[in-house]
Structure formats: C-alpha cells, structure tokens
C-alpha cells in the first residue's frame, strides 16, 4: 500500500517536496514513478526509479527541476520538485511494481501499485 503526502499551495518558483511511503516489507523489490495528473488531462509520466535507485528517468518537461531519490531503509521515495510553475499544478501519484530487474518504467500501465494521490498547486 503506498501512501503520498507533501502537496500544498506555492507559488510560481517555489519548491515542494513530495514523499511516498509503502508498506511492503521487501520495498527494495519495487520499482517506483511518479505521475501526474492536470484537470481534463491524461496522468503523465514525471519521475522513476529503479529498485536500488542507481538508475532515475525523468520527464522532459521536469528535467533538471524535479529530483527523485529513495530509502529502503525507510519505505520512501521522495520527489524533491524546484522552480516550481504552474504548468505543474496536478495531483501526483506515486505507483509501484514488483521486479527483479533494474528496469525503469514510465508508463501507467507498467504499475499495478497506485497511491491515492496528492495535490500540487503553483500560483502565478
């Protein structure tokens, strides 16, 4: 079960940093991404991580913004997100899979693990 907090109201260049917290025992297992969500939008793509988080994918749009990082110690995955827009404004999600690669996946259709999502919103 995973569990995303860390959204709330910024305004254009500020900064948010969103974490996603699961209950599984092996979450080193998990490959981990994030997504968003805008009004009458599909759920895109934002960030992944590999299961030992050696290896990051990032959307374009976020890219050299957006910052994902893990701790297996923890159960976390944070998505430490900078320069903030209101382009970003969404619901994120984080989602999770079971692998045993290192893999990177940047498709809602590759996870089968969703968090109930947390609201960004960046003011002009």
């Known amino acids: 079960q995973l569990q995303a907090s860390g959204g709330g109201l910024v305004q254009a260049g500020g900064s948010l940093r969103l974490s996603c917290s699961a209950s599984a025992r092996t979450f080193s297992d998990y490959a981990v991404g994030w997504f968003r969500q805008a009004p009458g939008k599909e759920r895109e793509f934002v960030a992944a991580i590999t299961r030992a988080g050696s290896r990051k994918n990032y959307a374009q749009s976020v890219k050299g913004r957006f910052t994902i990082s893990r701790d297996n110690a923890k159960n976390t995955v944070d998505l430490a997100m900078n320069s903030l827009n209101p382009e970003d404004t969404a619901v994120y999600y984080c989602?999770?899979?079971?692998?045993?690669?290192?893999?990177?996946?940047?498709?809602?259709?590759?996870?089968?693990?969703w968090g109930q999502g947390t609201q960004v919103t960046v003011s002009s």
């Open positions: 989602a999770a899979r079971s692998t045993v690669t290192g893999v990177l996946y940047d498709r809602t259709n590759d996870y089968n693990n």
